[in-house]
């Protein structure tokens, strides 16, 4: 009797730790999923703020060149055209974020960073740990009721 017992209960336990698994797994990809949905919104967010950015600055940049041309042929110095230079690079460089292909060349570089030289990307003191931080807990928590007495 006791045999047929035990095998009943081993059997409702390999069932629970199989749901468990599966359970953790189901909570993992959601997880997993909103964090990516979360990544792509705030890349959404980037690449529509550069878009309004260039409206504004491409504004700019075209008052200012047609004032500083003007001014420069009315006055006849040819210097006075000197700041388009770097406001054509900063008008560039937001053009290729908005509407180029910057963010490709820029993941690009990433994952060959993530492979060839994987040590950049070590944190100070290393990975974080459970110790570590519940560590750092019990320091704040002991130092916050030090400070409340």
């Known amino acids: 009797m006791g045999f047929l017992l035990s095998k009943s209960m081993d059997a409702n336990l390999k069932k629970q730790q199989e749901f468990m698994l599966h359970t953790g797994r189901l909570q993992m990809e959601r997880q997993i999923m909103m964090q990516d949905q979360m990544r792509q919104r705030q890349m959404a967010m980037q690449v529509a703020w550069s878009r309004e950015f260039i409206k504004y600055f491409g504004t700019f940049f075209t008052v200012v060149s047609v004032g500083t041309i003007i001014g420069a042929y009315k006055k006849k110095k040819p210097g006075l055209m000197a700041p388009i230079v770097p406001l054509s690079f900063v008008l560039a460089y937001q053009m290729d974020n908005a509407y180029g292909t910057l963010i490709y060349r820029m993941r690009g570089e990433a994952e060959s960073i993530m492979t060839s030289e994987r040590d950049r990307l070590d944190l100070p003191h290393g990975t974080p740990t459970f110790d570590s ?17």
């Open 133 to 149: 931080i519940e560590k750092a807990r019990r320091a704040r928590s002991s130092l916050s009721s030090f400070l409340d007495k």
